[in-house]
């Protein structure tokens, strides 16, 4: 790319921003002045994945609303059966752990 003749001045005052634009400078003018577009972009790019987490929010929605009544009494008969087992041995568990902390230590 050839490079026009400038005066001295003109020169420097494109380095100065050309510089100041790589430095991500907020208040860049000219060289590009893409603030605008990136924020744009940016808004953009937000707007976007909000509308992919609501339709994804809506397909899992929808898939839990699809799944069939004899999973969900299956999925209750089995937590059923862990409460009762729990609770059934919950009171030997106790006075196991309470012997076992009363029990004389032998040395």
């Known amino acids: 790319m050839a490079v026009k003749k ?6 420097e005052a494109l380095a100065q921003q050309a510089a100041a634009t790589r430095r991500n400078a907020p208040g860049r003018r000219f060289v590009g002045d893409a603030r605008e577009q990136s924020e744009r972009a940016r ?7 909000t509308r992919m987490a609501e339709i994804d929010r809506a397909v899992r929605r929808a898939a839990s609303l699809t799944m069939p009544l004899t999973v969900v009494f299956a999925e209750l008969v089995d937590d059923s ?3 009762a087992r729990t609770l059934v041995a919950a009171p030997f568990r106790i006075a196991n752990a309470l012997r076992a ?7």
Do not use: D
């Open 81 to 83: 059966v862990r409460l």
């Open 43 to 49: 808004r953009e790019e937000r707007a976007r994945v």
């Open 6 to 11: 400038r005066p001295r001045a003109a020169r």
């Open 101 to 107: 902390m009363w029990r004389p230590r032998e040395a």
